[in-house]
Protein backbone atom coordinates (compact mmCIF):
# COMPACT_ATOMS: atom_id res chain seq x y z
CA UNK A 1 0.00 0.00 0.00
CA UNK A 2 3.41 2.51 0.54
CA UNK A 3 4.44 1.50 -2.84
CA UNK A 4 1.36 2.38 -4.06
CA UNK A 5 0.62 6.00 -2.74
CA UNK A 6 2.20 7.06 -6.20
CA UNK A 7 -0.68 5.95 -7.74
CA UNK A 8 -3.86 7.85 -8.32
CA UNK A 9 -6.24 5.68 -6.44
CA UNK A 10 -7.17 6.45 -3.08
CA UNK A 11 -9.40 3.60 -1.68
CA UNK A 12 -9.13 -0.11 -1.85
CA UNK A 13 -11.26 -3.23 -1.28
CA UNK A 14 -10.62 -5.10 1.63
CA UNK A 15 -12.25 -8.63 1.70
CA UNK A 16 -12.77 -9.00 5.32
CA UNK A 17 -14.45 -12.26 6.15
CA UNK A 18 -17.26 -14.61 4.83
CA UNK A 19 -17.33 -18.54 4.59
CA UNK A 20 -17.30 -17.62 0.71
CA UNK A 21 -14.49 -15.77 0.74
CA UNK A 22 -11.61 -17.17 -1.28
CA UNK A 23 -8.50 -16.69 0.86
CA UNK A 24 -9.80 -18.24 3.95
CA UNK A 25 -6.78 -16.78 6.11
CA UNK A 26 -5.41 -13.31 5.64
CA UNK A 27 -2.58 -13.11 8.34
CA UNK A 28 -1.35 -9.84 7.63
CA UNK A 29 -4.90 -8.19 8.10
CA UNK A 30 -5.72 -6.72 11.37
CA UNK A 31 -6.16 -3.94 13.05
CA UNK A 32 -2.74 -2.62 13.51
CA UNK A 33 -3.10 -3.06 8.87
CA UNK A 34 -6.49 -1.18 8.88
CA UNK A 35 -5.03 2.04 10.92
CA UNK A 36 -1.47 2.04 9.31
CA UNK A 37 -2.95 2.19 5.64
CA UNK A 38 -5.69 4.68 6.64
CA UNK A 39 -3.16 6.59 8.15
CA UNK A 40 -1.24 6.55 4.69
CA UNK A 41 -4.35 8.05 2.98
CA UNK A 42 -6.16 5.14 2.05
CA UNK A 43 -9.98 4.45 2.30
CA UNK A 44 -11.19 1.30 3.26
CA UNK A 45 -14.18 -0.52 1.30
CA UNK A 46 -14.80 -3.57 3.26
CA UNK A 47 -16.47 -6.61 1.30
CA UNK A 48 -17.98 -9.39 2.74
CA UNK A 49 -18.00 -12.98 0.87
CA UNK A 50 -20.89 -14.93 2.72
CA UNK A 51 -23.05 -17.53 1.47
CA UNK A 52 -23.98 -17.48 -2.08
CA UNK A 53 -27.30 -17.59 -3.98
CA UNK A 54 -28.19 -21.21 -4.89
CA UNK A 55 -28.32 -20.21 -8.22
CA UNK A 56 -25.06 -18.97 -8.12
CA UNK A 57 -22.84 -19.23 -11.60
CA UNK A 58 -19.12 -19.10 -10.44
CA UNK A 59 -17.91 -23.02 -10.19
CA UNK A 60 -15.93 -21.97 -7.04
CA UNK A 61 -18.61 -20.55 -5.17
CA UNK A 62 -20.95 -24.18 -6.02
CA UNK A 63 -19.86 -25.32 -1.85
CA UNK A 64 -21.09 -22.28 -0.23
CA UNK A 65 -24.58 -21.56 -1.41
CA UNK A 66 -27.83 -20.40 0.55
CA UNK A 67 -29.27 -23.83 2.61
CA UNK A 68 -32.51 -24.33 3.56
CA UNK A 69 -33.22 -21.38 6.06
CA UNK A 70 -32.24 -18.16 4.17
CA UNK A 71 -33.50 -14.99 6.42
CA UNK A 72 -31.56 -17.34 9.69
CA UNK A 73 -28.64 -17.68 7.72
CA UNK A 74 -28.45 -13.95 6.54
CA UNK A 75 -29.02 -12.87 10.04
CA UNK A 76 -26.41 -15.25 11.59
CA UNK A 77 -23.83 -14.05 9.27
CA UNK A 78 -24.79 -10.47 8.67
CA UNK A 79 -23.81 -10.98 12.80
CA UNK A 80 -20.73 -12.13 12.19
CA UNK A 81 -19.81 -9.46 9.57
CA UNK A 82 -20.17 -6.56 12.24
CA UNK A 83 -18.72 -8.65 14.51
CA UNK A 84 -15.04 -9.13 12.13
CA UNK A 85 -15.57 -5.76 11.25
CA UNK A 86 -15.19 -4.78 15.46
CA UNK A 87 -12.31 -6.66 15.47
CA UNK A 88 -10.72 -4.90 12.54
CA UNK A 89 -11.03 -1.58 14.41
CA UNK A 90 -14.25 -0.32 11.91
CA UNK A 91 -16.41 1.91 13.94
CA UNK A 92 -20.39 2.14 13.84
CA UNK A 93 -21.32 3.98 10.93
CA UNK A 94 -18.90 1.98 8.63
CA UNK A 95 -20.21 0.65 5.60
CA UNK A 96 -20.61 -3.48 4.66
CA UNK A 97 -20.48 -4.67 1.58
CA UNK A 98 -21.95 -7.44 0.77
CA UNK A 99 -20.38 -9.53 -1.90
CA UNK A 100 -23.00 -11.54 -4.09
CA UNK A 101 -21.44 -13.08 -7.07
CA UNK A 102 -23.37 -13.24 -10.40
CA UNK A 103 -26.74 -15.29 -10.14
CA UNK A 104 -29.57 -16.57 -11.90
CA UNK A 105 -32.08 -14.33 -10.71
CA UNK A 106 -34.44 -15.23 -13.00
CA UNK A 107 -35.23 -18.53 -11.61
CA UNK A 108 -38.24 -17.20 -9.47
CA UNK A 109 -37.17 -19.67 -6.11
CA UNK A 110 -33.74 -18.93 -6.32
CA UNK A 111 -34.75 -15.04 -5.94
CA UNK A 112 -37.01 -15.48 -3.48
CA UNK A 113 -34.48 -17.23 -1.65
CA UNK A 114 -31.55 -14.65 -2.56
CA UNK A 115 -33.28 -11.63 -1.89
CA UNK A 116 -34.51 -13.15 1.73
CA UNK A 117 -30.81 -13.83 2.76
CA UNK A 118 -29.61 -10.11 1.38
CA UNK A 119 -33.07 -8.90 3.55
CA UNK A 120 -31.69 -10.63 6.66
CA UNK A 121 -28.23 -9.58 6.46
CA UNK A 122 -28.77 -5.88 5.70
CA UNK A 123 -31.25 -5.73 8.28
CA UNK A 124 -28.89 -7.24 11.20
CA UNK A 125 -25.89 -5.31 9.74
CA UNK A 126 -28.35 -2.28 10.32
CA UNK A 127 -29.61 -2.64 13.64
CA UNK A 128 -25.95 -3.48 14.94
CA UNK A 129 -25.32 0.27 13.78
CA UNK A 130 -23.50 -0.38 10.36
CA UNK A 131 -24.45 0.22 7.40
CA UNK A 132 -25.02 -2.39 4.67
CA UNK A 133 -23.86 -2.52 1.31
CA UNK A 134 -24.12 -5.05 -1.93
CA UNK A 135 -21.67 -5.88 -4.64
CA UNK A 136 -22.64 -7.29 -7.60
CA UNK A 137 -23.08 -7.74 -11.21
CA UNK A 138 -25.50 -4.91 -12.53
CA UNK A 139 -27.36 -7.38 -14.66
CA UNK A 140 -27.28 -10.01 -11.67
CA UNK A 141 -27.72 -8.86 -8.02
CA UNK A 142 -27.95 -5.33 -8.84
CA UNK A 143 -30.94 -6.04 -11.29
CA UNK A 144 -32.41 -7.67 -8.70
CA UNK A 145 -32.15 -5.40 -5.75
CA UNK A 146 -33.46 -2.87 -8.53
CA UNK A 147 -36.49 -4.45 -9.10
CA UNK A 148 -37.14 -4.74 -5.45
CA UNK A 149 -36.32 -1.45 -4.60
CA UNK A 150 -39.06 -0.45 -7.61
CA UNK A 151 -41.75 -2.74 -6.10
CA UNK A 152 -40.92 -1.37 -2.33
CA UNK A 153 -39.32 -4.59 -1.02
CA UNK A 154 -37.86 -3.21 2.20
CA UNK A 155 -34.75 -4.26 3.90
CA UNK A 156 -32.65 -3.38 0.81
CA UNK A 157 -28.63 -2.44 0.56
CA UNK A 158 -28.08 1.23 1.25
CA UNK A 159 -25.23 1.29 -0.98
CA UNK A 160 -24.98 0.01 -4.55
CA UNK A 161 -21.72 -1.43 -6.14
CA UNK A 162 -22.50 -2.09 -9.41
CA UNK A 163 -19.59 -4.03 -11.76
CA UNK A 164 -19.96 -3.15 -15.51
CA UNK A 165 -17.05 -3.37 -17.42
CA UNK A 166 -15.57 -2.58 -20.35
CA UNK A 167 -17.69 0.80 -20.48
CA UNK A 168 -16.46 4.45 -19.23
CA UNK A 169 -16.63 4.85 -15.73
CA UNK A 170 -19.96 6.72 -14.04
CA UNK A 171 -21.97 6.11 -11.68
CA UNK A 172 -25.12 7.32 -12.84
CA UNK A 173 -25.70 6.06 -16.14
CA UNK A 174 -26.19 2.66 -15.13
CA UNK A 175 -28.84 1.23 -17.50
CA UNK A 176 -30.81 -0.90 -14.84
CA UNK A 177 -30.75 1.68 -12.03
CA UNK A 178 -32.90 4.44 -11.88
CA UNK A 179 -30.75 7.73 -11.68
CA UNK A 180 -32.78 8.63 -8.48
CA UNK A 181 -31.74 4.99 -6.60
CA UNK A 182 -29.35 5.03 -4.23
CA UNK A 183 -28.70 8.95 -4.42
CA UNK A 184 -26.53 10.65 -3.98
CA UNK A 185 -23.19 9.60 -2.46
CA UNK A 186 -24.43 5.80 -2.43
CA UNK A 187 -22.65 3.82 -5.51
CA UNK A 188 -19.66 2.48 -7.05
CA UNK A 189 -19.05 1.62 -10.19
CA UNK A 190 -16.62 -1.37 -11.09
CA UNK A 191 -15.68 -0.60 -14.66
CA UNK A 192 -12.73 -2.74 -15.37
CA UNK A 193 -11.37 -6.33 -14.33
CA UNK A 194 -8.34 -7.96 -14.15
CA UNK A 195 -6.33 -5.24 -15.46
CA UNK A 196 -2.38 -5.36 -13.93
CA UNK A 197 -1.16 -1.90 -12.98
CA UNK A 198 2.46 -1.34 -11.81
CA UNK A 199 3.16 1.85 -8.58
CA UNK A 200 5.99 2.17 -6.78
CA UNK A 201 7.78 -0.73 -8.23
CA UNK A 202 4.63 -3.37 -7.16
CA UNK A 203 2.37 -4.98 -10.02
CA UNK A 204 -1.09 -6.07 -8.63
CA UNK A 205 -4.02 -7.36 -10.67
CA UNK A 206 -6.99 -5.17 -9.36
CA UNK A 207 -10.40 -4.09 -10.96
CA UNK A 208 -10.82 -0.36 -10.78
CA UNK A 209 -14.43 1.14 -9.61
CA UNK A 210 -15.02 4.54 -9.25
CA UNK A 211 -16.44 5.86 -6.17
CA UNK A 212 -18.53 7.80 -4.13
CA UNK A 213 -19.86 6.25 -0.99
CA UNK A 214 -19.63 5.50 2.40
CA UNK A 215 -15.76 4.02 3.29
CA UNK A 216 -15.34 2.19 6.71
CA UNK A 217 -14.07 4.42 9.96
CA UNK A 218 -11.24 2.89 11.35
CA UNK A 219 -9.73 3.70 15.17
Not at 85 to 91: P, V
Given at each position: MRRWESSDYRAVGVYFGGRGRACKRQAHLSRDWMRAVQGMGWRVLPL????QSPCV?????QDVRIGQ??????????????????????????????DMEAYGYRNEECARTTLAFV???DREVRRLGYVPGFYSSADSGVRHMETARRAG??????VM????????????REPVLRRDAWHPA????????????????????????????????VR
Open positions: YVGSIADSKDAWREGTSEGRDAVSRAKALGMQRDSPLYLRAWVRDLPEWFARWRTSPDLYRRIHQFAGNVKERHGGRTLLIDRSLVHAPVAQ
